[in-house]
C-alpha cells in the first residue's frame, strides 16, 4: 500500500481524501492542517495533525501531497517539504512554473527525494495534451480556453486580499474566438480576446470596495491581462448561487499537412467538470503513484507531467495494459 499524507484541508484536500477511497494500492495515513486539528471535521477517521509536528512523521509517509494555493502556500510549502517527503502538488502559476521548478528540484536532490509539481489538469493533462498535438502537427497553432468555471487558484488569490471575506472567480471563454479557432481560421488572439473573467466578493464589514475592485483587476498574474468584471454579494448569496464548483475547457490545435500544407487537421480535447477540486484530486492521486514508483527505482529531484510515462500512472501491469489499453 502506498501511504499518503494530505497537507492542507481546503477543497482540494478533502477531494483527495475522498479519490483515495477508489484507489485499491492507497492508504490515507494521516491530514496536516494549520488549524486547530480538533475543528476539522472529516469523511475518514485518520489523524489530524497540526503543521508543526509535519516532520515527525517523515518515515511514516511514501508521498505528501500537498494541497495549498499557489498564489502564497505553493511557493513555500513545495520547496519546504520536498526535502522531507515525496511530494505532489498542483502549483498552477504557468508564469512561475520554471522558477518553481528549479526550487523544488534543489531541495528535492538534497533530500533524496521525487516532487512532481503543477499537477492538475492545467498545468496537467492539457500540458500533455498541447506537446502531443504540437509534436504530431508541427504546422499549426495551439489554443487553450478555460471554463465556464471556478478557478480554485484565481478564487484563493482573491481571497488573500485584506478586507476580502469571501469570494469565486469564473473564467468564462470568449464563444467567438472559440468558434475562429474550430473553424481552422489560426487567428491571433490576445490573452483578453480568448477569456474574460467574472468574480464575486463578499466584503469584510468596512472594507473599502473600489480599493479591493482596483487591487483584483490589476493583480499580475490573475486578472491584469483580462477584461475583469467584479460583483459584491452578500455572504448569503455567494453560498446560495456559488458553493459549486464547476470547471473545465479545451485544448485545440489547428494545423496543416499534406503538398503545401493545404489540408486542416484539428485536434481537440476537452473537460467538462461537475467538480474541480474532485477532479483534479484525483489526477495528483494518480501522479502520487508514479512519484512512488520513481523513488523506489532511486530516482531523485523535480519532475513534470510531460517528464512521466503513462504506465507509471496505472494500477496495471504491462501485461494487463496491453490487453486493455493498447
Not at 480599493?211 to 491584469?224: L, S, V
Request: hydrophobic share 35%; charged share 25%.
Amino acid at each position: 500500500m502506498i501511504k499518503i499524507g494530505i497537507l492542507g484541508y481546503g477543497n482540494l484536500g478533502k477531494g483527495v481524501e475522498l479519490g483515495i477511497k477508489q484507489n485499491p494500492d492507497m492508504e490515507l495515513v494521516s491530514i496536516f492542517t494549520r488549524r486547530n486539528p480538533g475543528s476539522l471535521k472529516t469523511v475518514t477517521n485518520v489523524p489530524v495533525i497540526n503543521i508543526s509536528e509535519v516532520e515527525k512523521w517523515k518515515d511514516k509517509i511514501d508521498v505528501m501531497i500537498l494541497c495549498g494555493g499557489s498564489a502564497t502556500d505553493l511557493p513555500n510549502q513545495g520547496p519546504k517539504y520536498a526535502e522531507m517527503f515525496n511530494t505532489v502538488d498542483s502549483f498552477d502559476t504557468h508564469a512561475k512554473v520554471s522558477e518553481y521548478y528549479n526550487q523544488v528540484n534543489e531541495k528535492a536532490i538534497k533530500g533524496n527525494k521525487i516532487s512532481i509539481i503543477s499537477v492538475g489538469w492545467d498545468p496537467g493533462l492539457f500540458s500533455i495534451n498541447r506537446l502531443y498535438a504540437e509534436t504530431i502537427l508541427p504546422t499549426g497553432n495551439t489554443y487553450t480556453f478555460w471554463g465556464k468555471g471556478v478557478s480554485q487558484g484565481h478564487s484563493d488569490a482573491i481571497r488573500r486580499i485584506s478586507g476580502v471575506k469571501n469570494a469565486v472567480q469564473y473564467t468564462i471563454p470568449i464563444e467567438d474566438a472559440v468558434e475562429a479557432v474550430r473553424e481552422g481560421n489560426n487567428p491571433v488572439l490576445t490573452t483578453r480576446q480568448k477569456h474574460l473573467r467574472e468574480c464575486f466578493v463578499v466584503l469584510e464589514e468596512g472594507a473599502d470596495g473600489r480599493k479591493i475592485e482596483e487591487e483584483i483587476k490589476t493583480m499580475p498574474n490573475y486578472f491584469a491581462d483580462y477584461d475583469t468584471n467584479v460583483y459584491f454579494i452578500s455572504e448569503e448569496e455567494l453560498n446560495e448561487k456559488h458553493s459549486k464548483m464547476p470547471h473545465g475547457g479545451f485544448v485545440i490545435r489547428s494545423g496543416k499537412t499534406g503538398m503545401n500544407e493545404q489540408t486542416k487537421q484539428i485536434i481537440e480535447y476537452s473537460l467538462k467538470l461537475e467538480s474541480n477540486p474532485e477532479f483534479t484530486a484525483n489526477v495528483l492521486l494518480s501522479y502520487a503513484r508514479a512519484a512512488y514508483k520513481l523513488h523506489e527505482k532511486g530516482e531523485t529531484g523535480a519532475r513534470t507531467v510531460l517528464d512521466i510515462p503513462p504506465a507509471m500512472l496505472s494500477t496495471k501491469t504491462t501485461e494487463e495494459l496491453l490487453k486493455t489499453i493498447i
